[in-house]
């Protein structure tokens, strides 16, 4: 195995490594929400609270596409 290989076989490895990454740091951020209501508040009548309720909404009944990581940093 060349230098190379390594490298190549290192990368390979970060590259399935971060999806996971990322979606176990989304549900501890979810969980702590949860838990912990307080931490974050908005005024219901603001514009953020209402966007964040509807992606909720959409996010639960499936109507959301998501990007690939690839795709947002292209």
Do not use: C, Y
Not at 3 to 23: G, H, K
Not at 34 to 52: A, K, M, N, Y
């Amino acid at each position: 195995m060349t230098r190379a290989d390594q490298v190549l076989s290192i990368q390979d490895f970060v590259n399935a490594l971060e999806p996971v990454i990322r979606r176990i740091v989304r549900e501890e951020l979810n969980v702590i929400a949860e838990r912990h209501t307080g931490i974050f508040q908005l005024d219901p009548e603001s514009p953020l609270h209402v966007e964040l309720t509807e992606l909720k909404a959409r996010n639960e009944r499936g109507d959301l596409e998501f990007l690939s990581h690839k795709e947002v940093w292209q």
